[in-house]
Nanobody, 124 residues
């Protein structure tokens, strides 16, 4: 089992930046593949970015060029740097992890472990 806790959410004006963190504890071998997801009110949860064991990354089209996912294995921490934020980025952001190979890094069904989420609100 691995526990995931997200940090770094908050309120920001459009055009601003935030950096989210997700700290893993427990069986960190279950974090070979990790991703960020988000869910806005009234909408389904959607994939934002994923990173695999080799450091290869995948992004949703809506965040390409603005968001960057990275991982510090020594600190068991996943990051999401979010720049040029838009009101449409407002959502609860979740990190997810899995031990086994993930074919589609921004598909939620690929992941076994989830954090509780951190709220990001972008005002216009």
């Amino acid at each position: 089992q691995v526990q995931l806790v997200e940090y770094g959410g908050g309120s920001v004006q459009a055009g601003g930046s935030l950096k989210l963190s997700c700290v893993a504890s427990g069986d960190t071998s279950s974090t070979n593949y990790m991703g960020w997801f988000r869910q806005a009110p009234g909408k389904e949860r959607e994939g934002v970015a994923g990173i695999d064991i080799d450091g290869d990354t995948t992004y949703a089209d809506s965040v390409k060029g603005r968001f960057s996912i990275s991982k510090d294995n020594a600190r068991n921490t996943l990051y999401l740097q979010m720049n040029s934020l838009k009101p449409t980025d407002t959502a609860m952001y979740y990190c997810a992890a899995d031990k086994n190979w993930v074919a589609s890094p921004i598909q939620q069904y690929e992941y076994s472990y989830w954090g509780q989420g951190t709220q990001v609100t972008v005002s216009s």
